[in-house]
């Protein structure tokens, strides 16, 4: 058995373990709220109407995550047309498999990675302790419910860091 075929088992195996998506309870419930929370049609528009409606400081905040979101999002559609992984078997998140059939790297999770640099960078303290909390429980949300694989999410988170360190150091 290769090295490759080896790592695949692995993130199977640990996939399968981590998710809850066919569960009953409390935990479940939290973790479909995580997962739902990162989605496209939520936190663009917060950051449009930040960028919008504030004062010069939390308007500038909403400009940079919203255009920062915007072309993460591109950048996760291009990585996940041209590598193809199919989604892990589910009935959870119909709709997303239906729409976005292919799940490496998370987009989700490459959101939370963003939110985590920039916030991190961006934010007062208040933001920054949420951000700590909240990034790495909405990424770890998506595999908790089936709609991507460990691997995925990993992936993903690592290019929204990627992607915060790149525009911090070239656009901030």
């Known amino acids: 058995m290769n090295f490759r ?3 695949k088992e692995l993130d199977y195996r640990w996939t399968t373990k981590i998710r809850i998506a066919d569960r009953r309870g409390k935990l479940r419930s939290y973790a479909a709220a995580l997962a739902y929370s990162g989605d496209s049609w939520l936190l663009p528009p ?3 109407l930040l960028w919008i ?3 010069e400081y939390w ?3 909403g400009k940079v995550l919203l255009l920062s979101t915007l072309a993460l999002g591109g950048l996760v559609q291009i990585i996940k047309w041209s590598v193809r992984r199919k989604r892990p078997a589910g009935e959870w998140g119909n709709l997303v498999r239906k729409t976005d059939p292919y799940s490496f790297p998370s987009g989700h999770a ?3 990675g963003l939110l985590l640099g920039l916030g991190l960078y961006l934010g007062p303290e208040y933001i920054r302790i949420g951000v700590c909390i909240y990034s790495p429980l909405m ?3 998506r595999t908790q419910m089936g709609i991507h694989y460990l691997s995925d999410v990993i992936a993903g988170f690592g290019l929204g860091i990627l992607s915060s360190i790149i525009i911090i150091l070239n656009f901030i």
């Open 139 to 141: 990424a770890f949300a």
């Open 53 to 55: 409606f504030g004062n």
């Open 59 to 61: 308007a500038y905040r």
């Open 46 to 48: 917060v950051f449009a």
């Open 5 to 7: 075929t080896q790592l």
């Open 110 to 112: 490459a959101k939370a």
